[in-house]
């Protein structure tokens, strides 16, 4: 092991710590709330069972603001909101708060767009054996779109990842404020390359991982069919 990493390596440890509680909030959000909320935004379009032009303008207005927002910015709009819940805005469980909050708009915009993409039939097929919404949603949508859904969660955790590099602004720690602290303000290239290739592995094992789940439960689904 090279010796800057030796040197350092209760704080790269720390750090590693730091990124993974951030990433797992902002995962936890999008599957609870993200999930459902794109699925809600498929389900009120037009022409869909819960039609609702004004319900679905209104979620898709405020999905796109938040999307739209720089990240940056958004951290800093929200610190007076993250201190009134969380009692602080500096350290690593303020920063979940504004991870959270892009993570369900960015999750369930791209379950919306994997729902758009089954065909037609699914949902009359559904419709004509008499299916209730909850049978609709957890019987037929789910598991034709469940390999773009864990797609689309694969690519949000990257996202994620890369969002949490930020968080050092709110004194939220993680592998991205480290590499910047420890190695580009000290000048310590060499330990701020070894900190990018940390993030590199991170996010080949998570693409490697996510795209090998979502082959699996395609061909799942093609053998039950």
């Known amino acids: 092991m090279p010796e800057v990493l030796v040197e350092y390596q209760a704080e790269i440890w720390q750090s590693i710590g730091e990124t993974f509680i951030m990433v797992g909030f902002s995962i ?15 389900l009120c ?11 679905f ?28 819940i969380i009692g602080t805005a500096i350290g690593t469980a303020a920063a979940t708060v504004p991870l959270t909050v892009i993570a369900i708009a960015h ?34 949508l789910y598991v034709e779109a469940r390999s773009g859904l864990v797609l689309g969660l694969t690519t949000s955790t990257i996202s994620f990842i890369s969002y949490s590099t930020i968080m050092g602004v709110v004194g939220g720690g993680g592998i991205g404020d480290f590499a910047i602290r420890y ?37 799942d689904r093609r053998d039950i069919t």
């Open 45 to 55: 379009r037009k022409d869909q069972i819960l039609e609702n032009q004004a319900v």
């Open 57 to 84: 303008s209104s979620l898709n207005l405020l999905v796109n603001v938040i999307r739209s927002f720089p990240f940056l910015l958004l951290v800093v709009f929200m610190i007076p909101f993250t201190r009134l």
């Open 107 to 140: 999750y369930s915009r791209l379950v919306e767009q994997s729902l758009l993409d089954i065909p037609k039939g699914v949902m009359e097929a559904a419709i004509s054996m008499g299916a209730s919404v909850k049978e609709i949603i957890f019987k037929f």
């Open 183 to 219: 190695g580009y303000q000290q000048f310590r290239t060499d330990l701020m390359f070894y900190m990018i290739f940390i993030m590199v592995i991170l996010v080949q094992l998570i693409q490697f991982t996510g795209i090998t789940a979502a082959r699996k439960l395609d061909k």
């Open 28 to 42: 936890l959000a999008a599957v609870l709330v993200g999930l459902p909320l794109g699925t809600f935004l498929y």
